[in-house]
């Protein structure tokens, strides 16, 4: 079945650096892909999507771009806040089971130290 | 537009017992699908409903149930509570299925003791 891989956190950063998170994803056919953020305490947000190959996705600063090739849709943020800390889940509209369906990634804690 | 909102937001339940679970849908969306988030498994769904009918389920025992109303809130039953149960559940909702994009209520926080 389909599935998504993102790096292990969690990760930690100083304010202002650069941020990469990593997602890798295994689909038959072409899946729309998205990341969604958590913040403590709260559901899940839509962070940005791609819906075909090459399309970036771009909100708040984050961007990803739906890589076919290497099947990536890695996370970046030129400079990150204390704002930003959060779960960041990767995810991607797959087929499990013969249905179409969202399947995520286990998420990555990400914590911005001031 | 609201968002999408779930009731009750907490609940302490004893193994053994039952619990329902509401969420009611962005308006003008039809689709609406159930997640259990815990620490150890993530995110995992349960399944999804469309106009009332069960579209996907995932691979849940039969303890977990669901159904949607014809104004597409939907309910979430959890009979016999086990204390694996315990978790965030998290409905989200689209307009349509597939690919569409899925908007997340705050999700109820279920304790089973």
């Known amino acids: 079945g389909d599935s998504v891989t993102q790096m292990e956190g969690p990760v930690t950063l100083s304010e202002e650096a650069f941020l990469t998170i990593n997602c890798t994803y295994t689909?038959?056919?072409?899946?729309?892909l998205f990341w969604y953020v958590q913040y403590p305490g709260e559901g899940l947000q839509l962070l940005l999507k791609a819906t075909k190959a090459d399309d970036k996705g771009s909100n708040k600063g984050f961007e990803a771009t739906y890589r076919k090739e290497t099947t990536s849709f890695h996370l970046e943020k030129g400079s990150v806040q204390v704002s930003d800390s959060a779960v960041y889940f990767c995810a991607l509209t797959g087929i499990i089971q013969g249905a179409q369906k969202l399947v995520f990634g286990q998420g990555t804690r990400l914590t911005i130290n001031p | 537009k609201a968002g999408v909102t779930q009731t009750p937001r907490y609940l302490i339940k004893t193994r053994g017992q039952q619990v329902t679970l509401s969420c009611s849908p962005i308006s003008g969306h039809r689709s609406v699908s159930w997640y259990q988030q815990t620490p150890g498994q993530g995110l995992q769904f349960l399944f999804e409903?469309?106009?009332?009918?069960?579209?996907n389920k995932g691979n849940f025992p039969g303890r977990f149930s669901g159904r949607q109303f014809s104004n597409s809130r939907s309910e979430m039953n959890v009979s016999t509570l086990e204390l694996g149960d315990s978790a965030l559940y998290l409905c989200a909702s689209s307009f349509g299925t597939g690919k569409n994009e899925q908007f997340f209520g705050p999700g109820t926080r279920l304790t089973v003791l």
């Open positions: 689909a038959t056919g072409y899946p729309s």
């Open positions: 409903y469309f106009s009332e009918t069960q579209r």
